[in-house]
C-alpha cells in the first residue's frame, strides 16, 4: 500500500480560554483517525453546521482540535475495503464527518467504507459539492412533500431562508418539478436571483413572523420547506392549507416550537421532520441518483456558487454566522482535477 504524504494541509480549530480559533496549518497524516478508506478531497462545502463547528458547539464538537468539514467529494487514496480502489471518484456527506471525526476542510480524510458513495453518472466532483449536504437535504426536503402528496396542482409553496444552500437549492428543484415557489429572505437585494432560481413571488422575513398567538392564521400556502425554525415555522404551519405539509430542516431563527396542535387536528396539516446526516444508506445513495439525474438543476456547474480556497474559509464562516452568507460556496482543495 502507497504511503501516504507525511503532512496535509487542512484548517484546525482548537480552544484559546473559552474560545476557539481556527487556523491554516499543517497535520501529521498519522494524526488522521483510523478509516477504511483514505480519500484526497478535491472539493468540499461551508454548511451552517461546518460555521457552528468552528465554534467548537457542543452539540457537533465532540473534542478539540478538530477539522471541521461535513461534505468531501473526492478521489480515493488508498483503501482497505475491497468495494473502493485507489482513482475512484466518491463522496462523503454526513455521518459523522466533520463532527465526531475530523472533516474535509484538509487535504486528506480517512473514513468507514460505509459512509462512501460512489460519484453518480451525471455529477463531477465540483457539481457533487455545489449540492452537498445542502442539496441532499433540499432534495429530503422535497421527498417529504411528495410523501405527502403535495403536488403542483395544490397551489404556492414556501421556502424560508432562500438565499441559504438549503433554501436556494429547494426553491431551484421546487421548481424545476413544476411547483410555485414564495422565497422569504432577509436579502431584498438578492431578489433577482432568487428569480432566476426559479421563484415566482420574494417576500421579506416579516411576511412570516406571525407573533400572535392565534391557533391559525388564514390559510395560504399548499406547503413550504423552512430552514430557519422558530417563528417562520410556527407561522408557516398556521397558514398551511388543508392537507398541506411543511418539511422542517433548520434553526437559524430558532429551535423552540410554541405553538398549539390545532392545524394538524383541524386542517390535517404535517410536520415533516429532515434530518440528512443518518439517512439511511439505500436511500442516501438514491437521494444522490436522482440529485445527479432528473431533479439535477439546471446550469448545476454555475447554479449560486462562491468557490474559494481553504484559507478564505474563515472568512466565509464569519458571513455564514452574521446571516449574510448566499447560495452554496464550495472549497476548491489542492487535490482537484485540473478539468473539473
Ligand atoms: N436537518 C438537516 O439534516 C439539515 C441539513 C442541512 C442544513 N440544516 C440546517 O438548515 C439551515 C440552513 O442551512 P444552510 O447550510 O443552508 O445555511 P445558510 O446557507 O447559512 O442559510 C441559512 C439562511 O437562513 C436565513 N437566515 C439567517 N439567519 C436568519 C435569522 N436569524 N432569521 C431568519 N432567517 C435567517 C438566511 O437566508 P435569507 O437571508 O434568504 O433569509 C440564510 O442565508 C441551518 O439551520 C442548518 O443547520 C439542517
Known amino acids: 500500500m502507497d504511503a501516504l504524504p507525511p503532512r496535509i494541509q487542512g ?3 482548537t480552544s484559546e480560554g473559552d474560545r476557539t480559533r481556527m487556523q491554516l496549518q499543517e497535520i501529521p497524516s498519522e494524526q488522521l483517525p483510523p478509516g477504511d478508506v483514505v480519500i484526497r478531497v478535491a472539493y468540499s462545502s461551508i454548511n451552517y453546521k461546518d460555521a457552528l463547528a468552528t465554534q467548537g458547539h457542543p452539540g457537533i464538537v465532540k473534542r478539540l482540535p478538530h477539522v471541521p468539514g461535513i461534505d468531501a467529494a473526492g478521489i480515493v487514496e488508498r483503501s482497505q475495503d475491497a468495494r473502493y480502489r485507489p482513482g475512484d471518484q466518491v463522496i462523503v456527506t454526513g455521518y459523522d464527518l466533520g463532527q465526531g471525526r475530523w472533516g474535509a476542510w484538509a487535504e486528506l480524510i480517512s473514513v468507514p467504507a460505509d459512509w462512501i458513495v460512489p460519484l453518480p453518472s451525471g455529477l463531477d466532483l465540483r457539481e457533487a459539492m455545489i449540492l452537498g449536504t445542502a442539496g441532499f437535504t433540499a432534495a429530503q426536503c422535497v421527498l417529504a412533500l411528495q410523501r405527502n402528496e403535495v403536488t403542483p396542482g395544490d397551489g404556492r409553496l414556501v421556502v424560508t431562508g432562500a438565499t441559504g444552500g438549503v433554501g436556494s437549492l429547494s426553491v431551484r428543484i421546487l421548481a424545476q418539478l413544476g411547483y410555485e415557489v414564495a422565497a422569504v429572505t432577509g436579502k431584498a437585494h438578492l431578489a433577482d436571483r432568487l428569480r432566476s432560481a426559479g421563484a415566482v413571488e420574494i417576500l421579506d422575513r416579516e411576511a412570516v413572523a406571525d407573533a400572535s398567538d392565534r391557533p391559525m392564521l388564514s390559510a395560504r400556502w399548499a406547503g413550504g420547506v423552512d430552514c430557519v425554525g422558530g417563528r417562520p ?14 418539511a422542517a430542516c433548520g434553526l437559524v431563527a430558532g429551535a423552540e416550537l410554541h405553538m398549539t396542535v390545532y392545524p394538524f387536528l383541524l386542517r390535517g396539516v404535517s410536520l415533516c421532520g429532515v434530518a440528512s446526516a443518518d439517512c439511511p444508506y439505500a436511500r442516501r445513495v438514491k437521494i444522490w441518483q436522482l440529485l445527479a439525474g432528473e431533479w439535477k438543476p439546471r446550469d448545476l456547474a454555475d447554479f449560486w456558487v462562491t468557490e474559494i480556497g481553504l484559507e478564505q474559509v474563515p472568512t466565509y464562516v464569519d458571513r455564514m454566522l452574521q446571516g449574510k452568507a448566499d447560495g452554496r460556496i464550495i472549497v476548491r482543495l ?3 482535477p485540473a478539468a473539473s
Open 11 to 13: 484548517l484546525v480549530v
Open 233 to 246: 415555522l410556527m407561522t408557516l404551519l398556521r397558514s398551511t392549507k388543508y392537507g398541506g405539509a411543511v
Open 334 to 336: 489542492p487535490g482537484a
